[in-house]
Structure formats: C-alpha cells, structure tokens
C-alpha cells in the first residue's frame, strides 16, 4: 500500500478538528483537550485503517497538523510492509 497524499491526512484532521483555516505548522496543543485528541486518534485510525498505540501518542507526533499527518503516512507504510 502506497501513503496517501498528504494533502488528504491533513484535509481529514482539519475536518475532524472543524477549522478549515488552521495552518499546517500551528500548535495544536492548547486547541485539543485529551477527549478531542483521543476521539482524533480514534478518526485517524479508522480513515486510514492502521493502528497507533498509547505509547504513539506523543506531542513530537500529534503537535501541529504537519506532524500528524507524517506520523500517519509512516503508520501507513508500516502497515503496508507487514
């Protein structure tokens, strides 16, 4: 399996998050509490049909849009090569 463009991670997070006018580098962190962050990874999982564990959950991988969505496309080509 090839990762999927970029572009729709993102578009995909952005609709999660219901602001199409976040940028891509901006901190995440003060805009999701732990339910919100958790019900994204739930969002993510589901859309792109992989697994990410607690341990995955990090502010290095869920910080700003950019990380998510380069996180997710290594979970993806992870998956594709089990």
Request: charged letters at 25%; zero cysteines.
């Amino acid at each position: 399996m090839v990762a999927p463009d970029s572009s729709r991670i993102k578009a995909v997070i952005k609709e999660f998050l219901a602001d199409p006018n976040l940028t891509d580098e901006q901190d995440l962190n003060h805009m999701v509490d732990s339910l919100d962050l958790l019900d994204l990874v739930l969002s993510v999982e589901l859309e792109f049909s992989i697994s990410i564990f607690s341990e995955e959950i990090t502010l290095k991988n869920f910080q700003t849009i950019n990380s998510i969505a380069s996180f997710v496309s290594s979970k993806i080509l992870e998956a594709s090569v089990v």
